[in-house]
């Protein structure tokens, strides 16, 4: 593999890592809260889509559909039935309500595995075309599809939370939910629009790196982690913080094996955490809360 493979494999893996932590950062912004089940929404989507493809010949395009469909219903499940109810009956406390967010977390993976199966599955590719050699690295049709998707996704969600009412109630409902309440804001129905989201761009991102690694049940807890990793890097001071956080884990997680070892990715992103948990948990930008 060239240096230059190396690099392309990094941006990959980064945009990946990017777009779950984008969907954490909505519902962070929007409601305050940290939806440890993103990762498991993303590997559900991959694999709802594969399975019927590949088990019932299912169209490509309609198989998209229910991968965006199941994600985007699990998302406002988790918010409706799940941390909405918890934070109700305990006086709307972070911590019972994270507790339920990570047996969800849980729950999603082994359904998941029950109902598509414990073995992997190939992901499906949008679009197939011939790949191109750029500057020395072979370029596939998954590889721009997932980079050229990323770079939409965030460019269209920061239009989105700037230009757009909804998402600047969204971000002023985040800032000071009480306030909000206050005020007579909407903010249930903020929340749900911040989970709804996510949901969709997690699914986005599960359905565009299927295509390159493929998918298996497991995968969600170990998405969710480095995802969470990159937004506690990146920050929540603005929409593209998450990519800087995931773009700098994709390089650690490339780079670090090639030059170190098979576990030096893990060694250096839990050095890299614990630096950012201890001397910056704000991440690089944080946010200006209003009040």
């Known amino acids: 593999m060239t240096d230059a493979q190396l690099w392309l494999a990094a941006l990959e893996i980064g945009a990946f890592f990017s777009l779950i932590a984008l969907g954490m950062y909505l519902v962070v912004v929007g409601a305050d809260f940290f939806n440890f089940a993103m990762g498991p929404y993303a590997m559900a989507a991959a694999m709802a889509c594969s399975f019927v493809v590949v088990d019932y010949g299912v169209p490509l395009w309609l198989a998209l559909l229910l991968?965006?469909?199941?994600?985007?219903?699990?998302s406002v499940i988790t918010e409706k039935l799940v941390v909405q109810q918890v934070q109700k009956r305990s006086g709307r406390g972070e911590l019972p309500a994270l507790v339920a967010v990570t047996a969800v977390l849980f729950a999603v993976q082994q359904l998941a595995g029950t109902i598509f199966g414990r073995t992997p599955l190939p992901g499906q590719k949008l679009f197939d075309f011939q790949a191109v050699t750029v500057a020395g690295a072979t370029v596939d049709s998954s590889s721009i599809v997932l980079i050229a998707g990323t770079a939409i996704v965030?460019?269209?969600?920061g239009v989105w939370l700037?230009?757009?009412?909804?998402?600047?109630?969204?971000r002023a409902v985040g800032d000071n939910p009480e306030a909000a309440r206050v005020l007579?804001?909407?903010?249930?129905?903020?929340?749900?629009?911040a989970f709804t989201v996510a949901g969709l761009i997690a699914a986005i991102a599960g359905l565009l790196f299927a295509s390159k690694a493929g998918v298996q049940f497991t995968s969600g807890l170990s998405w969710?982690?480095?995802?969470?990793?990159?937004?506690v890097i990146?920050?929540?001071?603005?929409?593209?913080a998450p990519l800087i956080g995931g773009m700098l884990l994709g390089f650690v997680q490339v780079f670090a094996p090639y030059y170190f070892g098979a576990s030096a990715a893990q060694t250096a992103i839990l050095l890299i955490a614990l630096v950012f948990f201890a001397f910056r948990p704000e991440g690089?930008?944080?946010r200006k809360v209003r009040v």
Request: proline letters at 2%.
């Open 67 to 74: 991968g965006l469909a199941v994600c985007m219903a699990l």
């Open 154 to 157: 965030f460019v269209a969600v």
């Open 162 to 170: 700037q230009t757009s009412q909804t998402g600047r109630l969204l």
């Open 184 to 193: 007579g804001l909407p903010v249930n129905r903020v929340r749900l629009v």
């Open 224 to 231: 969710t982690l480095t995802a969470f990793i990159a937004l």
């Open 234 to 240: 990146g920050g929540t001071g603005r929409s593209w």
């Open 284 to 286: 690089m930008l944080s």
